[in-house]
């Protein structure tokens, strides 16, 4: 089978994987096939393809770092964005939110956010909201504040992070401060934003 075939099945596979969660195939369900799936293979296939002169697209390349954030192989992770750079193939916003969303690590999601940031990709909604969401998960609600007052456009999604966070903290004021906030700035309130 052809490189570049191989790999439009895999970046297929994966598709699939990341969109059923209980959908079946061939009587396996999505948790089955992703355990079935070495990845290690599938990254020294894409490897080989690269040493070979092939330019793989940032959509090649978020697909796998995405897979193997979502099977917790962070140092495969790290590996590819390395990789990635090194062929002059840029990460983008979407790279950087799934590398920082599934790294695991929020020191090195930190690392990743400054390098996002002097690349151009820091000062967006969008990747406020995914270290936000890094730093709530992982409880850092005092540097989620700061990040979060230095947000310049906020959306419903940054308030609902922030609201959960404290919320799962048990710091039911600030998560009610902020629903305030929320709609002293003209949003409404989804179901995400009332966890109490």
């Known amino acids: 089978?052809?490189?570049?075939?191989?790999?439009?099945?895999?970046?297929?596979?994966?598709?699939?994987?990341?969109?059923?969660?209980?959908?079946?195939?061939?009587?396996?369900?999505?948790?089955?096939?992703t355990a079935s799936i070495d990845l290690s293979v599938l990254q020294e296939r894409l490897t080989?393809?690269?040493?070979?002169?092939h330019v793989l697209s940032n959509a090649a390349f978020n697909k796998l770092i995405a897979a193997f954030c979502k099977s917790g192989n962070y140092a495969k992770v790290s590996a590819l964005l390395h990789?990635?750079?090194a062929k002059n193939c840029s990460p983008n916003i979407h790279t950087y939110q799934k590398v920082i969303h599934g790294t695991g690590n929020i020191e090195e999601a930190e690392k990743l956010y400054k390098n996002m940031c002097e690349r151009g990709y820091g000062e967006?909604?969008?990747s406020y909201n995914t270290m936000i969401s890094g730093l709530?998960?992982?409880?850092?609600?005092?540097e989620a504040r700061v990040l979060?007052?230095?947000c310049i456009v906020r959306d419903i999604i940054t308030y609902n992070y922030l609201i959960q966070?404290?919320?799962?903290?048990?710091?039911?004021l600030e998560g009610i401060c902020l629903l305030g906030?929320?709609?002293?700035?003209?949003?409404?309130?989804?179901?995400?934003?009332?966890?109490?």
């Not at 080989?48 to 002169?53: E, K, Y």
């Not at 709530?136 to 005092?142: A, E, Q, R, S």
């Not at 966070?165 to 039911?172: A, E, L, N, P, Q």
């Not at 906030?181 to 109490?196: D, H, I, R, V």
């Open 48 to 53: 080989n393809m690269i040493n070979l002169g």
């Open 165 to 172: 966070g404290f919320c799962k903290k048990g710091k039911i």
């Open 148 to 150: 979060f007052e230095k």
């Open 136 to 142: 709530c998960f992982n409880g850092k609600l005092d």
């Open 83 to 85: 990789t990635m750079i």
């Open 1 to 33: 089978m052809a490189l570049a075939t191989l790999l439009s099945h895999a970046l297929q596979c994966m598709e699939t994987l990341n969109s059923a969660t209980t959908t079946c195939f061939n009587g396996k369900t999505a948790s089955d096939l």
């Open 124 to 126: 967006t909604t969008m």
């Open 181 to 196: 906030q929320l709609l002293k700035e003209g949003l409404q309130p989804s179901t995400a934003s009332l966890p109490f």
